[in-house]
C-alpha cells in the first residue's frame, strides 16, 4: 500500500514538474467569471404519478420540516428547492438503468430503475446521498412490459424494531417478484415470486399493513382485465392467499386504486367496472365480498394521492367530478366540483391532493379557462366550515405563448387562517418548463427543456452604433454652442474615467467580466454571442455565450399538424446571415416535422438570432413561431451553400433538391455553383454515396443529384457518425520543422471522418475512416475492436488532425493493458518533407489527392471521452486545443503539444525541442489543471461547440448535455492582450524609482562635472 | 430432500460463475463524507457492465462479476483514487486485487506479491486542484529580480568607485586600468564589426602591454590622473 502511494505520488510530483511550463489555468478568482455552468434535473416525465414533479416534506435539522420538490426524468432524480428553484441535490442513473418511477417517504426517497425495476436506489431525501443501493434481478433477467413502468412498485413498511427510524421497503419488480428490504441495513430480508402457472397476472401495486403484504395484479383475460389478490405475510414473506376478485377491467392499472380508511384496519380496493364504482376490503383470508357504490354512469376513478385519507375522485359521463370519501365501510360524495363537466369555456382539468403540515388533505382542481386566457386553481378543503368543506379558487395568467401547455401540477397548500387557504403549485408544461406559482404570481421558472438541446450555434453580435449627433447643414452658431455643450455634459464623466484607468489598473482584461448594461452589442473583445439552441421540446432559445442568461425564447409552431400534435425534431442549424452582411444576423433552424398522425415534414424556421423574431413572417405578432414547410417527407441531407449568397440546399428522400430561401437570385447563383457542387451522404447502414448535381432538361429550376460514386464498408459495420472538418481559417499550408523543411498539410476541403458501429455482438470492429468526399477514396482507416459488441468511438477532424477516442479491452500481449486510448492522427502531403501538391487547390479529379504520408500516435488516459471539439479562432493562427468531456462530468482543454503526433519517443533533438515538441509519453496525464470546468459539473455532455472571439488567441466554448456550460479558452495564452501578470503597481514604482534616482543623481553629476572643469 | 438440494445445485449453478466484489472507501481528512465527495460509482473496466455507486457509508458492491481480469477505478469528479487491478479466479475465493499504476502493462501487475484484502479499502489519494494562484505584487520579489539587482549593483558602483580606487594600491590599479583598457578596446572593436581586432587582442593576452596601451581610452586616462 505503502509503495503504491510513494509511486503515485512520485508520478504525480514528476509529472506536475514537467507540465507546469506548458500549462494555462485558470485563477481560482476567474471561476464564475469567464465561465457558467447550468445544472439541470432533466424534463419531468409526466406520463405517470411516480415520476412526475411532487411536494415533499421532510424533518430537517431538529423539529424544523423543510420540503423540497422531487422530480424525475428519464435519466435523473432530482430535488428543487421550493424557495429559489436551485437544483438542493440530483442523482444521474445510468443509461441502461432509467428511472422507472420514485416512492418517497419523509425523509427517504426510493427510486427503481432498470428493466423491470433491477436495481433499488434508496435516498436520504435532504442531502441526495445513497443510504442504499441493491440489484434485485440482473438487466437480462428482466421482464419488459407493453408500459415500461408496469409491474414495479415500492411500498415503505412499519419500522422493524420499536425506535429505530428506519422504515423497510417492499418492493415489487418484473410484474412477479415481491422483496422485502431492511429499512437500516438494505439487506434482502426475504423474496418471493409468483409461481409460474400465474404468469398471466402481473402484479402492479402493493399495499401493506402491519401483518400482510396484498400485492394487486392484473389478470388478462378476454378483452379485459380481472383483479387478482396475492396476500403474503410481511414477516416471513409466506404465501397467505392468492385469488381472483370478480371483475372486469378495462384500462388496466389506471382503473383500479387503493384505500386506507382511517377507521379500519384493513385497506381497501376500489375499482370501476362498466360504469360502476366498485369496491372490496383486503384482508389476510380474502373473504369480503365486493360491493358496489350506488350510482352509474361513471367514467374514470381518480387516485389523487390522498389514500391515506380515504379520499378519491369519480368523474361522470360527462366529465363533472365528485369528490368520494370512504367513511368506515360506506362511501360519502363529500363534494362535487360546480362546473367541472366537459364544455367548449375551459380545457379538461387536472385533479391533484395535497397534504398540508398538520396532514389536512386538500384536493385541488385545475383548468385552462378559455374566455380569461389564464389557469384556474380550485383547492377543496374539506375540513373548513365543521365539516362542510371550502373551495377558494384564483386564476393565475400563465403564458401559453412562452410555456405551451400545462401537463401536470403539484398542489402544496397551507392554511394559515381559520378561513384562509394559500396554495402554491409547481407546473410542468409541454415545452418542458417547470414554473412555480405562489396564488397568481410565479415565483421561478426552470427551463428544463434546455438539457435536450439538439443543435446550436454560436451568432456573433453586431457592433454598437456609435451615436450620431444632428448634424445637419442648416445649424447656426447658437445651435451649434448648444450641441457642444451638450456633448460636453458627458466630459467631466470622461474625464473621472480617464484619471480612475491612469492612476488604478483598470483595463479591458480577458479575464474581467463582461458589462450587461450595454444590451444585445459585441463587446470589446467579441467574447459575448448569442448561442441559439433549438431543443427537442419545440422551443427555441437564444442563450447569451458570456453568461448563460437566457435572451429570448420561442414556441416552435406545429402548423400542418397543429390539430393532430407531433413532435419537432431539430436537425441542423445555419447561420445564413451574419453581422458582416450589415444585417442583424440570421439563423435557419431545420426540422422533421413528425406529426402524431404519421404525417412527416420537412420544415424551416427562420429566425432573427437577436430577438426570436420570425424572419419568414409567418407567424402573427406575440404569437408562437410558425415555420415554413419546404416538402413533405424526412429531408436526406441539408447544406449551407458556400457561397456569398447564403442558400440552405436541401435534399429530399428521392434525391431532389430544394433550396431555401427559394428566391430567383438564390436558384441563379445556385445554377451557376451547382456543376462544381460535390457531395456525399450516407444511405444504407454500410454505404456512403457521393453525389453531383444535376439540372433538370425541361425545367431549368428544377435540380437533383445524381450519384457518382459508392463506398461500402464491411457488412459488420454500421456508420455511426460522419464528422465533418470545423469551418475555420487556415493559417498556414504547412508546418516549419526544425531543419527548416516543411511538411505540407493534406488539406483537401472534402475530407470526412466516419466512425462506424459494430453490428455483429460479440468480437466485432468498429472503425475510423477519412474519406475523400469527392471521390469517395479512403485516406486512412483504423480499426478498433469492439468492447463487447458495443464501441463508442468520438472522433474530431480539423484542418488536416485527426483525433478519436475509444476503450481499449485487450490485454492480452505482453505490454498491453485496458483503458481509454486517444489516437491522434495527422496527414500531410506527398511522401515527406518539401514535397507539394497543393492539395487545398487540387482538382478532385486529380490523382495526386492520394498522395500522403501521417503520422500517429495513441495516448492512454483515464478520462473517458464522451465529445470532442478543437477549439477555433478567428485567424486560425493559435495552436488548436482539443476540448473533451469526459464521464467524470467534466470539461478539458487538453493542449495540442501534447497530443501532437509527432512527439519523439527519444529524447528531443535540438531541432525537435525548436520546434518545442516533447518527449512522447504513452500516459497522457491527470492534470486537474487542465480542466476548465474546474468545480463545476457539467454532466452527460452530448456535444461542444467552439466559436472564435475577436481576439486571436480567444476561443469560446459551449457544451451542451444535461448542463450547459460555457467558457473561453486560449490555447496559447493571451498573446494579444497585455498579460495578466503586467503589473502597473511594478511599471510605476519603477519608474518612479528611477525618477527618484536621476533626482539624486542629477546634483552629484553637475557638482563632479563643475569640479572636473575647475581642476582641469 | 432431494427437491431442496436439486434447487440447491441449481443454486450453485446459476451463482457459480460469478460473485460480488464488495469495497468501501475509507474516509480521511481529504474527504471526510459521501455529500463532499459528491456522486460517485466504482467502475471495472469501462463501467458499461459492471458498476456500482458509492453509498453514504462510503461503501460499494459490484454485483455479479464474472471471472476474468478488470481494473477497478472510483469515478469521482474533485478526488482521485487508486486503481486495482482484480482478478476473480472463481467464484468460491474471494477476488485477488492488486494496486495498478496507470499507464504500465497490466501483465506486470500479475506477479505483484502486494495483494489487497477483500472487501477492498479504498482511500482518497489526491484533491483535484482546479486553479492557479495568481501573481500578486510584492516590493521583495521586485527586488529579487536580476535586473533590478544588477541596476542596484551598478547604483552602489558608481557611487563606490572613487573611493575603492583611491584606497587601492597603485600596482594594482595600473592592472586594473590595463584591463579595463582592453575590455574598452574590444568594445569599440564590436561596434565597428572589427573581429580581427578582437581576435587580435586574444591572442596577444596579456603580455603584449604595449599593443593594448598604445590605444588607452581617455575617460580611465583622466580618472588616473585626476586621482594622482
Redesign the interface.
Known sequence: ?H???S??TT??LLFFALSVSS?W?????E?GVVDWQKTFIGVPRTDGPRSAPSFLRMKAKGNDTTSLIISASERTLGAVNPVDGSVAWR??F?P?HPILGYYKSGNVVATLSGVGGSVL?VF?SL?G?????K?LH?SQNGQLYSQRTLGVDVTFGAPRTAGHEAKDLFVLTNGQTVHRIGGTR?DLLWSWTAPEQTSLVILERLTVTDSTIYAIGLAKSFASYTLHVTALSAETGELLTTQNIPSNIQNGSDDFLMLFPPTSEDPRLVWIEKGVVRSVALTPKLTSKPQSLRGSGNTKILDVGLSKHGMFIVKKEDGSATVFKLNQNTFESIWDFADSATSSKYSDSIYAGSVDKEGKPYIGRMYWSFGLQAGVLHVFTPHLLEGKGLVSGFSFPFKTDDNGIINHYALDVVNPDRLKVLSRIVVTTTTGAVQLWLEEKVQWTREESLSTIAVAEFVELPERKAIQSGTTESEGFVGRVLRHISDAQGFPQYLAGFVKRFATASYASVSAAISHDSGLHRDEFGFKKIIVAATEHGKIFGIDSSNGHVVWSRVLGLGPVADAGGLIVPLKMFAVKTVSDGEAPQVVLLTALRGFDGTVNTVVYHINALTGKDEANNSPKGDILQGTVVFPGQPSEAYLLPSKVKTIILLDSANNIHLYPHTEANVQAFAELAPSLRFSLQTSGHTLHGYQIVQGASDKSAFSAHRTWSLSLPNNEVVGSVIRPAQGPIASLGKVLGDRSTLYKYLNPHLFAVTTVSKASADGVCSVYLVDGSKGSVIYHASVAS??G?CNIQAELTENWLVYGY?D?D?AG???????RIVSVEVYEGKGVNDKTSSSELSSLSDKTLDIHFYERSF?T?Q?VTALAATLTKFGMTTKNMIIAT????IQSIPRRLLDPRRPKADPTAQQQEEMLIKYD??LP?D??L?VS??Y?VANVRKIITSPALLESTSLIFAYGLDLFGSRVTPSGTFDVLS??F?K??LV??IGGLTL?IAI?RPMVNRKKLK?RW?Q | MSPFLFLLLLGLSVFSNALDLKGAIVWNQLCPD??TL??AKAIL?????Y??????DGS??I??VPKG???L?I????Y?F??YRIDVVDTLSAPEAR?Y???????STANSH?T?AHPLKV?P??K????????S?N?MG?LQNPM?MMMGAV?VM?VAMPYMMKNLDPEQLKEVQQSQARMVNMQSSITSGDLSGIRSMFTEGSDNVGSSSATPSTPVKNRGK?KR
Open positions: 500500500m509503495i503504491l502511494s509511486l503515485w508520478s504525480f500549462v489555468a485558470l485563477h481560482e478568482s471561476a442523482h444521474i445510468e441502461s436506489h436520504d442531502e446521498t445513497i443510504i442504499h443501493e440489484r440482473h438494505g468492447t463487447r458495443t476503450y479491452e490485454f505482453d505490454h498491453q493493458t485496458k483503458g481509454y492512454e483515464n473517458p464521464k467524470k462530468n467534466q504513452p500516459v491527470a486537474p489543471r480542466v474546474h468545480r459539473e495578466e501578470s503589473n503597481a511594478q514604482l519603477t534616482a543623481a572636473e581642476f | 459521501a455529500k459528491g456522486q473496466d469501462d463501467g458499461s457492465n458498476y456500482a455507486s458509492i453509498t453514504r460499494f458492491v454485483p455479479d481480469t478488470y481494473v477505478n469515478v469521482a469528479r474533485n482521485l487508486d486503481q494496486p499504476l496507470p499507464g504500465t502493462p497490466l501483465s502486494v489487497i482511500y489519494r489526491f483535484n486542484e482546479y486553479f492557479v494562484p495568481k501573481q505584487f516590493v521586485m533590478i547604483g558608481v585626476k
